[in-house]
């Protein structure tokens, strides 16, 4: 498959920037965002019919086709806005059972908005977040599934654990974390934020209790479009953040509905896996995961950053350990982002993790070897001239 720079054209992505953060926001394509507006267009056309008598088949559809892709049946898979809301969705159904003291453990890739969801939920119930430690580099994967295995206790209500670290890109061993919890009757909620297309998934092999994941990101679909598998023995407990018309009619009907709202943003999913299968998801993935290894190998030559971690544990997003003595804390991060957008021209995230700042780089269909010999000279010119 010819992939490589010449597709930049299929997205609105400005030709001047290196974009290696596909993984922040993901980046939509023109077809996408085409569709966007023809679903709207089609519902204005006679929005009561439309919403009364086409809105929930499509909705349907819709799952039932991203099941396909995401190893599902249609009816486990409800839409939801983004991966925090399918986070938060689980907390607040599973609020009124946590009693004081009960414990919820994470480690510490968690993403930030997810820390703040259970810190709320420990304020309200009285329960306890028990935070691990994993550490930033790994050199065999099994060390995460050890960690997990001896953190969990009796107290252990729930495990919240990202499928796909955003700190630095490691897969977590995810099937075999979720039948630890199995075995110690924990619940288990995957983040998997980032995962759906960026690798193979199968949802029904790995039962979870509750997995939510972004089209947003990897998928192409417009923002605003995300998801929430649940195991079937747990969704009649899990209720979405409004309810609305069809409380307690069933799992799918009361978040197909959860009031008036654009579902353009969910329907042009449609088109973004039309996108995918004109290349084939297999081969994307291929191709971005053979070109990540080539990112790394171009990034840790020119900045002579040692990377230590096997390059199978990643899929298409990796970070490395900025190589100075820099100020270490948020806004710095921040800082750093605009200095490499407005004197290099290369788009990528900066991570405060464990005391330091990491760089992060991704690869997709648009990105070719030579972006990341840009990235690499821009690290080692800032680095150079960093005072
Ligand atoms: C692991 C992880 N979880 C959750 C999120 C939040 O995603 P969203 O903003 O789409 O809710 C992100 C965003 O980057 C993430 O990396």
């Given at each position: 498959?010819?992939?490589?720079?010449?597709?930049?054209?299929?997205?609105?992505?400005?030709?001047?920037?290196?974009?290696?953060?596909?993984?922040?926001?993901?980046?939509?394509?023109?077809?996408?965002?085409?569709?966007?507006?023809?679903?709207?267009?089609?519902?204005?056309?006679?929005?009561?019919?439309?919403?009364?008598?086409?809105?929930?088949?499509?909705?349907?559809?819709?799952?039932?086709?991203?099941?396909?892709?995401l190893?599902?049946?249609?009816?486990?898979?409800?839409?939801?806005?983004?991966?925090?809301?399918?986070?938060?969705?689980?907390?607040?159904?599973?609020?009124?059972?946590f009693?004081?003291?009960?414990?919820i453990l994470?480690?510490?890739?968690?993403?930030?908005?997810?820390?703040?969801?259970?810190?709320?939920?420990?304020?309200?119930?009285?329960?306890?977040?028990?935070?691990?430690?994993?550490?930033?580099?790994?050199?065999?994967?099994?060390?995460?599934?050890?960690?997990?295995?001896?953190?969990?206790?009796?107290?252990?209500?729930?495990?919240?654990?990202?499928?796909?670290?955003?700190?630095?890109?490691?897969?977590?061993?995810?099937?075999?974390?979720?039948?630890?919890?199995?075995?110690?009757?924990?619940?288990?909620?995957?983040?998997?934020?980032?995962?759906?297309?960026?690798?193979?998934?199968?949802?029904?092999?790995?039962?979870?209790?509750?997995?939510?994941?972004?089209?947003?990101?990897?998928?192409?679909?417009?923002?605003?479009?995300?998801?929430?598998?649940?195991?079937?023995?747990?969704?009649?407990?899990?209720?979405?953040?409004?309810?609305?018309?069809?409380?307690?009619q069933?799992?799918?009907?009361?978040?197909?509905?959860?009031?008036?709202?654009?579902?353009?943003?969910?329907?042009?999913?449609?088109?973004?896996?039309?996108?995918?299968?004109?290349?084939?998801?297999?081969?994307?993935?291929?191709?971005?995961h053979?070109?990540?290894?080539?990112?790394?190998?171009?990034?840790?030559?020119?900045?002579?950053?040692?990377?230590?971690?096997?390059?199978s544990?990643?899929?298409?997003?990796?970070?490395?350990?900025?190589?100075?003595?820099?100020?270490?804390d948020?806004?710095?991060?921040?800082?750093?982002?605009?200095?490499?957008?407005?004197?290099?021209?290369?788009?990528?995230?900066?991570?405060?993790?464990?005391?330091?700042?990491?760089?992060?780089?991704?690869s997709?269909?648009?990105?070719?070897?030579?972006?990341?010999?840009i990235?690499?000279?821009?690290?080692?010119?800032?680095?150079?001239?960093?005072?």
């Amino acid at each position: 498959m010819d992939f490589g720079k010449h597709l930049k054209k299929l997205w609105y992505l400005d030709e001047n920037i290196t974009f290696l953060n596909h993984g922040s926001f993901g980046a939509t394509p023109k077809t996408v965002l085409e569709a966007v507006a023809k679903w709207q267009i089609e519902l204005e056309k006679e929005p009561v019919e439309f919403f009364l008598n086409q809105y929930f088949d499509l909705i349907r559809q819709l799952a039932e086709r991203l099941g396909k892709i995401l190893g599902s049946d249609g009816d486990s898979i409800v839409f939801v806005d983004n991966a925090t809301t399918g986070i938060n969705t689980v907390l607040k159904s599973l609020q009124s059972e946590f009693n004081k003291d009960d414990e919820i453990l994470f480690t510490n890739h968690i993403y930030p908005a997810a820390r703040n969801s259970v810190n709320y939920l420990c304020e309200k119930t009285g329960a306890i977040p028990m935070e691990v430690f994993t550490p930033y580099r790994v050199t065999d994967i099994s060390q995460i599934t050890e960690i997990i295995k001896n953190s969990i206790t009796a107290k252990t209500k729930l495990l919240l654990i990202d499928h796909i670290f955003y700190t630095g890109g490691i897969i977590a061993p995810i099937k075999e974390i979720v039948e630890i919890c199995r075995k110690n009757e924990s619940y288990v909620l995957v983040d998997g934020a980032h995962a759906p297309g960026m690798i193979e998934l199968n949802l029904n092999e790995i039962q979870a209790d509750w997995y939510t994941g972004n089209c947003h990101k990897w998928m192409f679909s417009p923002k605003g479009c995300a998801f929430l598998w649940t195991r079937k023995e747990l969704q009649e407990k899990t209720k979405p953040l409004s309810i609305s018309l069809f409380h307690n009619q069933g799992y799918c009907k009361e978040f197909d509905w959860t009031g008036t709202k654009n579902p353009s943003l969910w329907l042009a999913l449609n088109e973004a896996i039309d996108f995918i299968n004109q290349f084939g998801l297999k081969n994307i993935q291929d191709y971005n995961h053979n070109l990540l290894i080539k990112g790394i190998e171009i990034v840790s030559d020119i900045t002579e950053i040692e990377f230590k971690t096997p390059v199978s544990y990643f899929g298409s997003i990796t970070a490395f350990e900025m190589p100075i003595n820099i100020q270490i804390d948020n806004e710095t991060t921040h800082k750093l982002r605009d200095i490499f957008y407005n004197n290099h021209r290369v788009e990528i995230p900066f991570i405060h993790f464990n005391d330091q700042i990491l760089f992060r780089f991704s690869s997709q269909i648009y990105n070719e070897p030579d972006d990341y010999l840009i990235l690499a000279e821009a690290v080692k010119t800032f680095c150079r001239d960093y005072k």
